[in-house]
Structure formats: C-alpha cells, structure tokens
C-alpha cells in the first residue's frame, strides 16, 4: 500500500523524511517508529544504550562466523556430497508486510534462515527486525542505503558502520556477515567489510525473485535446479512488493525437503565445513599478476 511511497522517501534519505515528516501520509505507525528512532538524526551511535538493550538477550542463536572465515569470500559451503544442507538467505528487508509472512512460513516448518537488512528498512521497521531475532535467525549486514556506486572510504564504512550499529542497538546482535548490496566485490564496501573482519557471503543459488518477470513456479524451479549440498540461496523479503516470493517459500521448502534437503543458517553452514575439514573459500576476485607481466 505504501511501496511506492515508501521508496520515494527511501530515495529522498532520512534527513528529508525528518524534515517533511509532518506532512506525510504514512501510517501513524511507521511515522511513530521512524522519528522515535534517535539514530536517524545521529551519525554514531550512543554505545551506552545499545547496553539496554531487551528483546534477543535471550536469543541464543550463533549469530558469528569462525575466524577462519573473517575476511573471506564465500559462495557456499564445500561440503560432501552426502552433507545434504542447505542455507535460505533473504535480502533488502526488513519489509513491512513480506518479512513477517515469511517468517511465519519458517515457523511452520521450523527452519532458521538468515537475514541481510538494510539499515535504513530496520530503522523504519525496528520491531520486525527484534522478532527476526528473537526468532532464532541469523542477521547480516545489507549496507544502510543499498548503493551500487564506487564508494570512497568513508561512505563504505558509514554505509556499514551505521547498519551494525543499529542492529546492535536493536537486538544485541553484533553481525559478522556482510552481503554488498547487488553482489558487487570491488565499489569499496566489501575492501572495508574485509578491513574489519566481516565475512563476505554471496550467493551459489539464485531465486531470481528480484526480476520483475519472474513468477512464482519460476523461482520455485530456480531455486531447486541449482540446490546442492552446502549452498546459499539468494532471495529477497525487502526492497518492493515480494509476494511472489511469500507464495514461492512454501513450495521450494517442501521441494527441497524431498529431495532430503534440511536447512541452516550461514554460521551452522559454515561451521559444518569447518568439521568436515575442507575448507575453500571462494576468493574468486583474486587474480594472479605473473600470467601477465611478461610482455
Ligand atoms: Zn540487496
């Protein structure tokens, strides 16, 4: 109902939604939670309140990486063959309606997913982003604005900085996991989210639930055409309308379960390559300079 409104305001930022907010026409709700938000008029964040935080205190979820994953690039998990697990991972949110449906969904089959938001939605829907939590799903960081554009070094740690704060202040959750919006490697967020450690996680399973054409049995036979042990599946719960993904959710679990498929989290996935004792990274982005320096 608000979509489109809503990514117009997205596009304006945050400064002019404070600015015009008194002439809006949002839903009290949202207007309510968006300027009762003190990060969206400050730069940092005031560490000494993120101490009070409530809600995920209690999630016992693991929500890091291991070390040996810090900084790394990682596509999926190298798994056996016989290792049938599989990671949903849902992008560009939190949404105001498609999260919690799909939520839900994870409920009833009681699979814990992983979330990367961005930190602009969790600042207009902060308690989608406590239920996320406190539901037992991972939360990555999607940057603050999902630019595209090179970024100097500043802009990426802000667009970064400001997100993981954020997101600690609201769940107590201190992210390890960085997704750069769009999947681009070299516009400076991934140089900077390596620069502090983050684990980089792209995708080995597209859904292609952000392509306009794409109906449901489509993303539906995406998704379970390309499932393989250890992989990351790509869709989104933000960033537009995602009803066709809310009606494709079911489907692809009940596929993917019968081809004996369970689901984990990023942390769970990758720990399992840890045990298995064969870890690959997917630094695809490394190319070697001696093949051409010699003419
Ligand atoms: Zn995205």
């Known amino acids: 109902m608000f979509s489109p409104k809503l990514w117009q305001l997205l596009t304006a930022g945050t400064i002019t939604l404070i600015g015009t907010g008194g002439g809006l026409s949002l839903t009290g709700l949202l207007l309510k939670a968006t300027l009762n938000n003190p990060l969206l008029s400050a730069q940092s964040v005031d560490k000494k309140s993120a101490v009070t935080t409530q809600n995920a205190s209690l999630n016992t979820t693991q929500q890091t990486i291991s070390k040996e ?48 938001l961005v930190g602009q939605m969790v600042s207009f829907h902060p308690q989608i982003v406590k239920q996320i939590a406190a539901e037992g799903h991972v939360l990555g960081n999607h940057t603050w604005h999902h630019w595209y554009r090179r970024m100097d070094v500043a802009t990426a740690a802000s667009e970064i900085n400001r997100t993981a704060d954020l997101i600690y202040k609201l769940t107590g959750v201190k992210t390890t ?19 502090q450690k983050y684990a980089i996680i792209m995708w080995s399973d597209e859904s292609g639930d952000s392509q306009r054409r794409g109906q449901t049995p489509t993303l539906i036979k995406n998704v379970v055409k390309s499932a393989k042990p250890g992989g990351i599946v790509l869709m989104h719960d933000g960033g537009g309308n995602r009803s066709r993904t809310v009606k494709a959710l079911p489907q692809v679990i009940a596929d993917l379960k019968a081809k004996g498929y369970k689901f984990v989290t990023i942390p769970e996935l990758m720990e399992m390559e840890t045990k298995a004792k064969d870890v690959v990274t ?5 190319v070697t300079k001696d093949g051409h320096s010699s003419h």
């Not at 999260?99 to 814990?112: D, M, P, V, Y």
């Not at 919006?181 to 620069?195: C, I, Q, R, T």
């Not at 997917?282 to 490394?286: K, T, W």
Request: glycine fraction near 8%; aromatic fraction near 12%; charged fraction near 20%.
């Open 69 to 116: 994953f810090q900084g790394q690039t990682i596509y999926q998990a190298k798994l056996p063959i016989t290792d049938k697990v599989i990671a949903l991972t849902f992008d560009d949110g939190p949404g105001p309606k498609n999260t919690t449906q799909i939520l839900e969904i994870l409920k009833q089959n009681h699979i814990k997913a992983t979330f990367f």
């Open 282 to 286: 997917a630094e695809s982005s490394v």
């Open 177 to 195: 996991l960085f997704r750069p919006p769009g999947g681009f490697l070299h516009n400076g967020l991934v140089d900077y989210a390596k620069s």
